[in-house]
């Protein structure tokens, strides 16, 4: 039972590394974002994030599932002390994701027109798209490097990769489009994402170098290796399992990329002209969009960490392991997740006018943030359907899903007292079916029986306990300007959050056990009397 622990340990001090280099990432990716809405206003930031999903969609396609698939396969070799296959492994990888990104590169740099004016009928993303093809060929690189590290729990090289590519998006994107703003918005935004290809390059260049210094110190030789199996069946087998993960993220991406052009048409089709609808967009993608996205981005870090440590489990038939890092994972990230959704959607005009110095997409986060909860918590049940190889379930799930949000965007975006809204609406409705088609399917899978007290119960009594306090406190503090009006009801609201969860027991010592310095942690809390 101790290995058992401190394999779970080790879960959670790769999840800690990620979640912190993520939430860096996303510091340094406001320092980028922010300051380009000012460059680049609505207009521009139309062009640029749908030159930006473009190539996202086509990056999700071709390589979404491999990182995933190469971790698993690296970790199930790993436990078995296979070693010498792990790098075998990840050569067959490498050479795949290398033919993928050239593809992908050729695919966007010489279709750019013909992605920007047919398909997205934006014709000015047009040098958008070719400026970000590059970054297609080295982010395929660096999946082959990040699932061989994650494969065996080393979340560092990620760690240091994801702030490498983040540094270079900053420095290199924000430069070239302040330079470029005068020669057209259009070249401003290409500018701007040409930063994602040289970020990409940045990211590259650090996986390469760690995987220089630490391949030798990571692999050994096996009596078992001589039985391992050949290229081909390593290949075949590493595309059987990154297929259904690849369809399963490549559906709901592509129902973006459809969701991206049906709101251009539909807002026309409810009698928008072509510039007013791509404001709407650029307003709707460009603003709302990034601050929704923030609080999954960093619950990332747990699915990253979760499918190996489910997957070395499964491949030791340690079945009681998987479950409680199962739902550990689950209630880590309806603690973060929960309180964002709810203060975000409370707090948005705030936060809004705080970070952009605007309020026109308040609505449209007031609802998506709503989702924020629900997609934190498909991240999470999607990797860990997908390490216990049930990776067709979250396909199907996510199939049905995006095709509900088709079909309400449709007809709620052209509702011209609708409009942009029927987006949020679409996609919180989305991930709730999705959700609830994953739990159904872990429950029966797994066989797992999830404690509702501690997963939803006393979150829920906590949370809702800080909303009436953020409904109080929010129009006290509004005329003390943008900084006062937002950052105190959110410093309040933290400090209430923490406080209910302590009354309602809603965090234990094993919690607080996997979280690295456990023992002084919890000599301190059993001192405040905050676990007993």
């Known amino acids: 039972m101790s290995s058992n622990n401190e394999k779970s340990k080790s879960f959670m001090h790769g999840a800690i590394i990620l979640l912190i280099a993520n939430a860096l990432v996303k510091v340094i990716g406001a320092v980028f974002k922010i300051p380009l809405t000012y460059i680049l206003d609505e207009e521009g930031m139309g062009y640029f994030s749908t030159s930006y999903q473009m190539y996202t969609w086509m990056f999700i396609v071709a390589t979404a599932g491999l990182p995933v698939a190469i971790s698993k396969m690296v970790s199930e070799s790993h436990a078995k002390g296979r070693d010498y296959e792990v790098g075998r492994i990840f050569k067959v990888s490498f050479k795949l994701l290398l033919s993928i990104g050239i593809i992908g590169f050729l695919a966007l740099f010489f279709g750019a027109d013909f992605f920007a004016e047919k398909l997205l009928k934006n014709p000015g993303a047009a040098w958008g798209i070719r400026a970000v093809a590059p970054a297609m060929l080295f982010v395929s690189l660096m999946s082959a490097y990040r699932g061989y590290f994650q494969g065996l729990q080393n979340m560092i090289p990620t760690a240091a990769s994801e702030v490498a590519e983040a540094i270079g998006k900053l420095v290199i994107g924000f430069c070239a489009a302040y330079f470029l703003v005068s020669s057209g918005l259009e070249f401003a935004s290409a500018g701007a994402v040409f930063g994602v290809s040289c970020g990409a390059f940045l990211g590259f260049a650090t996986l390469l170098f760690l995987y220089t210094r630490r391949k030798n110190k990571n692999l050994g030789k096996n009596t078992n290796d001589f039985k391992s199996e050949s290229d081909k069946k390593l290949l075949w087998k590493l595309v059987k399992i990154a297929v259904p993960i690849t369809i399963g993220a490549s559906v709901f991406s592509l129902t973006s990329l459809i969701d991206m052009a049906m709101i251009m048409r539909r807002l026309q089709a409810g009698g928008f002209s072509g510039d007013a609808a791509n404001k709407m967009w650029g307003s709707y993608s460009g603003f709302a969009m990034p601050l929704f996205n923030l609080p999954p981005t960093l619950i990332n870090a747990i699915t990253v960490s979760i499918v190996p440590a489910i997957a070395s489990f499964f491949a030791k038939q340690e079945f009681k392991s998987a479950a409680d890092t199962t739902c550990k994972s689950m209630k880590i990230t309806i603690l973060f997740a929960l309180p964002c959704a709810v203060g975000m959607s409370l707090l948005s005009k705030s936060i809004l006018n705080l970070v952009y110095g605007q309020t026109h997409a308040?609505?449209?986060?007031?609802i998506l943030s709503i989702a924020i909860i629900f997609v934190s918590l498909v991240l999470v049940t999607n990797a860990i359907l997908q390490a216990t190889g049930k990776a067709i379930i979250p396909?199907?799930?996510?199939?049905?899903?995006?095709?509900?949000?088709?079909?309400?965007?449709?007809?709620?975006v052209s509702h011209p007292e609708i409009n942009i809204n029927g987006a949020p609406i679409g996609t919180t409705v989305c991930y709730v079916v999705i959700l609830s088609l994953n739990i159904f399917f872990m429950k029966r899978s797994m066989k797992i029986k999830f404690p509702?007290?501690?997963l939803v119960i006393k979150p829920l009594v906590s949370v809702a306990a800080m909303a009436v306090v953020i409904y109080f406190a929010a129009p006290f503090f509004a005329g003390y300007g943008k900084i006062i009006s937002a950052g105190a009801p959110i410093a309040i609201a933290v400090a209430v959050y923490f406080v209910m969860l302590v009354i309602v027991k809603g965090i234990n010592e094993d919690d607080i056990a996997l979280l690295p310095k456990a023992d002084k942690l919890i000599r301190v809390c059993r001192k405040l009397k905050i676990i007993r």
């Open 395 to 412: 396909v199907i799930n996510m199939a049905i899903g995006g095709a509900i949000k088709v079909v309400i965007n449709y007809f709620l």
């Open 362 to 366: 308040t609505s449209t986060l007031q």
């Open 452 to 454: 509702i007290a501690e």
